[in-house]
């Protein structure tokens, strides 16, 4: 592995691709398939929350398997904003990361200080351990989960409709996409790069490499969150199930279809597991085995994940 | 109370034993290949389901038992020969990727095979009463599975203490290329673990599937106990499977019947109830959390 750089194309592509999607919400209105654009918010959503794990997984190196836990903390913290009178996004949404952020740095504090396969481990055990908390926290729903009270505003902008809730979820993505651009360009993302590729040389050259990580590990717990507090908006439902170490798994396998370490390597790799999940589910019923087979065929034949299969973005 | 505490602790000791018979296959899998396998827990239900199909056409829970074993230890030599040969080269990331592409095809087979609803497996007829021992009736069943636990748990001790193929193992835990460069057979030495460990496991959900549901999903949640287990024992080491099921099958089942009473000796009765059953689910992630950060090899580290 090398350091980030972005390929010449991406940029002429992102703006291409950006404009079409700020034209889908009246497109599909229009084409009278409104049903989509709640899919298409999904799956910007799920975009941002690979993304956030591509930060810890392919730039910090870390391998963690506990992911869904900041997620799932950011629903409930929005859940719980809105039931407690703070509707307001420009509010509630930097809570939900604060909260989110809070929970991964306690997390990470614990965990950063194993390695390999113990690091994996103590991480889903945390995640685990969130699961199970939720889960048996009558007050908040316990297993049903927390039922937002209705969906927030966003500076006296109402987010009622799928609409309005595809283009903030949108400009969410955008602007994180930007931030981790800038980041993986900038001093604090060389320096985390250059951890995961040796660990022991930073620390030689007299980097604090555990308070990096754990800066890194923080961020990506912190847009784990905000993910999941506009994932709670769309579905109305703070529910434990977004904490299960399956949904971990999920957003695992997102990043590695879409390329690890690639910057945009989790929102391709949420496009394709979803835009299959949603085309697969139209054939049969047992659409798993299909997608089973079609990451099994990922994994012996194009390891690199699918931003690797077009072009070198990678210096 | 003290009944209740003995009763607790034989349920927990036979978790503990049924814990270990998955845990013995992955922590080998995962110590001497260094391969993630999240897929022990699917082969563990694919096991469970296999014994039940066996029992019911055969008409007998021994036979179906026996069938059903070969049958998941057969599925697993040729998962083995067909695709986990090829992912103990690739790194961690891509065997992940892979076995959890692996839970998502046993799932939905079994799915389409055997219907959404749970099967039904009755233990043995002979079996199904309780027997009293010490003043207090306890079921037969879980007696056998105690005894089934133990006996394996002796023959897996002696075949690695004892046996050379024993030792084989426990050197390809402890240094694999090392191991291979004194001309030791490792890919059929793989091949033969992977397999034992498959049908450990199957031997696991068959023996488990007349107490718990035989349903999909099954194998997720004792997946993830079975890697607390390899962990707070240290990957790699049968020995440390053996003390870490014992002490997370004990924690966990004394853990959830005593400490919601426990709590409400000490707190108010809403904060107890509340509190108890949260503290208790969690009890083991905070006990593994907590060996770890003491030892974060585990208690018994293959590779000292």
Known sequence: MAFYRAAPWQKPVTITLLLALLALPPGLTALGQAFYIGFATRVLIFALAASSLNLVLGFGGMFSLGHAAFFGAGAYAVALCLSGGISDGLVALPLAMLAAGLFALVV??????????????????????????????????????????????LGGLSLASDGALFYAALGCLVLTMIFLGRLADSRFGRVVQAIRENETRMEALGYPVFRYRLLCFVLGGALAGLAGALLANQTGLASPNLLQWMQSGTLLVMVIIGGVGYLYGGVVGAVVLLVLEEVLSGFTLHWHIGLGLLLLGIVLFAPRGVAALFGKSRG | ??????????????????????????????????????????????????????????????????????????????????????????????????????????????????????????????????????????????????????????????????????????????????????????????????????????????????????????????????????????????????????????????????LPTLLRAALPVEAASTLGPALASILIYLLMAAILFFKPQGLFPARA
């Open chain 1, 108 to 153: 990470g504090a614990i965990s950063l200080r194993t390695r390999g396969v113990y690091f994996i481990m103590i991480t889903l055990a945390f995640a685990q351990m969130a699961y199970y908390l939720f889960v048996s926290a009558r007050a908040w729903g316990g297993d049903d989960g927390l039922p937002l009270t209705g969906r927030m505003t």
């Open chain 2, 1 to 258: 109370m003290s009944q209740l505490v003995l009763e607790q602790a034989l349920n927990g000791l036979q978790f503990g034993l049924m814990l270990f018979l998955l845990a013995a296959g992955l922590t080998l899998v995962f110590g001497i290949m260094d391969c993630i396998n999240l897929a022990h827990g699917s082969l563990y239900m694919v096991g469970a389901y296999l014994v039940a199909a066996a029992a019911q056409a055969a008409d007998s829970f021994w036979i179906g038992l026996g069938v059903g074993v070969a049958g998941a230890a057969l599925l697993g030599l040729l998962l083995e020969l067909s695709l986990f040969r090829r992912l103990y080269k690739l790194d961690h990331l891509s065997q992940v990727l892979a076995t959890f592409a692996l839970i998502l095809i046993a799932n939905e087979s079994v799915r389409m095979i055997w219907g959404a609803q749970p099967v039904l497996l009755n233990p043995p007829e002979a079996l199904s009463g309780p027997v009293e021992i010490a003043g207090f009736f306890y079921p037969a069943y879980r007696l056998v599975i105690i005894a089934f636990g133990l006996a394996v748990a002796l023959v897996l001790y002696l075949l690695v203490a004892r046996t050379r193929v024993g030792m084989w193992v426990r050197a390809g835990a402890s240094n694999r290329e090392m191991t291979e460069a004194l001309g030791i057979n490792v890919p059929g030495l793989f091949t033969a673990v992977f397999v034992f460990g498959v049908g450990l496991c199957a031997l696991a959900g068959g023996l488990l599937g007349p107490l718990l549901a035989v349903q999909v999903g099954m194998g997720e949640s004792v997946l993830i106990l079975a890697f607390v287990v390899i962990i707070i024992g240290g990957i790699g080491s049968i020995r440390g499977a053996l003390v870490g099921s014992l002490i997370v099958g004990m924690v966990d089942t004394l853990g959830r019947a005593l």
